[in-house]
């Protein structure tokens, strides 16, 4: 994955998301942004391309107030100009049946929580493999 990459770290809890971003920074990822729930990222995702800051990777919690991870995963995938996009699910939900219904809504991984480089690593390198 290119050191280009811009990430949007999308968590209620400012910690998580402080998590999160020093787990990029480990990994050599320099260009993230944050959003406290899904409304806030789909407000810097449609702004982004205007802002010339083109975000291209999503990392999301799924449990948020106003708009949660899966309800902004589906409106991503809605989106023609957005469908495209990698969205991360990470979530303190363990249970396969979480993992199916974010398979199913278009995840391209799962993360079960607590996040820290060599889980996100782990997943990044996935999804990018996936992904060719």
């Given at each position: 994955m290119s050191s280009e990459f811009h990430f949007l770290v999308v968590d209620d809890m400012p910690l998580m998301r402080h998590v999160a971003t020093i787990s990029l920074h480990a990994l050599g990822y320099t260009k993230i942004s944050e959003a406290a729930?899904?409304?806030?990222?789909?407000?810097?995702?449609?702004?982004?391309?205007?802002s010339g800051t083109q975000i291209n990777f999503i990392i999301t919690d799924w449990c948020m107030p106003i708009m949660d991870g899966m309800a902004l995963l589906r409106t991503v995938r809605a989106r023609s100009e957005l469908k495209h996009l990698p969205v991360l699910m990470?979530?303190?939900q363990a249970e396969e049946e979480?993992?199916?219904i974010a398979a199913q809504a278009g995840t391209d991984g799962y993360i079960v929580?607590?996040?820290n480089?060599?889980?996100?690593?782990?997943?990044?390198?996935?999804?990018?493999t996936k992904r060719g």
């Open positions: 729930n899904g409304e806030q990222a789909l407000r810097l995702l449609c702004s982004s391309p205007a990470v979530s303190a979480e993992r199916a929580k607590p996040l480089p060599e889980n996100l690593k782990a997943a990044l390198d996935s999804i990018l």
